[in-house]
């Protein structure tokens, strides 16, 4: 921790209002994040088994996913966009 | 008073596969990397979004890598700051403009808000009801009077405790520091 003596009662409210909450929307979504992880896993699974449903990934990812029973979050969307742009 | 775990313990208990633990590390840090999107880097609502999620994200997904547990929170900053430089610099590529990335400024407010993050760290180490006070006081700019109704105590006591509750924090911070002093 950097040195705080001196700091007033002024300054400690100062140094407070600097961080005020994130968006609650934005804090829940990075709580998913394991469970979006998961769904990552399940949908790789899937998509290196069924060449038809990686066709239709290809086609429109995130209908393809949501077809697929699956909320098409950012992180799942962006993750699969970039693997299967390495495939 | 509130005991509150380390840094590292908090991302031990991510790596060991808590799932309380990886809700309370984003509860822990999201103020702090939001700061440095919004105040540090000045991005937009939806740019600072993106950001956000793409720093929790790498964080989930490397928090293995990070070879100190207790560096935690420069790490996050480091790579937050790296994040938002990236979007800047995409969004200057597709939107041309005059105004230049001021990453100096940004790193003065990185350090200011390293200042903030100990003194929030202070404010949980002091507990209720003063945290939640000086949170809705400072940080959610709540009025006396919001903030009579939502805890239920008079309005016009709010003022006192406030000043009481800031002088706990300082008193929390002066301890820190002679604390880590050598003797």
């Known amino acids: 921790m950097r040195e705080m003596n001196g700091f007033d009662e002024e300054q400690i409210g100062r140094l407070l209002r600097l961080l005020p909450p994130a968006p609650e929307g934005w804090v829940r979504a990075a709580q998913e994040l394991p469970a979006a992880r998961a769904t990552l896993d399940e949908l790789v699974a899937r998509a290196e088994q069924d060449a038809e449903f990686q066709l239709q990934l290809r086609a429109d990812l995130e209908r393809a996913v949501a077809a697929a029973g699956y909320d098409p979050s950012p992180f799942v969307v962006s993750r699969l966009r970039r693997l299967l742009e390495e495939v | ?183």
């Open chain 2, 1 to 183: 008073m509130a005991v509150e775990q380390t840094d590292a313990q908090l991302v031990s208990r991510c790596r060991a596969g808590d799932p309380e633990a990886w809700n309370e590390f984003v509860e822990r840090f999201s103020r702090y990397v939001y700061a440095i999107c919004g105040r540090g880097f000045r991005l937009a609502q939806h740019d600072a979004e993106d950001v956000f999620q793409e720093v929790f994200a790498r964080a989930f997904e490397r928090l293995s890598e990070l070879r100190s547990d207790d560096a935690v929170r420069p790490w996050l900053a480091m790579l937050t700051r790296r994040l938002c430089i990236d979007r800047l610099r995409l969004i200057a590529r597709d939107t041309p403009s005059d105004s230049e990335l001021d990453e100096a400024a940004a790193d003065d407010v990185l350090g200011q808000l390293d200042d903030a993050m100990a003194v929030r760290d202070a404010l949980d180490k002091v507990g209720d009801p003063c945290r939640e006070i000086l949170d809705r006081f400072f940080c959610r700019d709540e009025s006396y009077r919001t903030i009579g109704e939502r805890l239920d105590i008079p309005a016009g006591t709010i003022a006192s405790r406030i000043s009481r509750c800031l002088e706990k924090v300082r008193s929390e911070l002066d301890g820190r520091n002679q604390a880590s002093r050598p003797s």
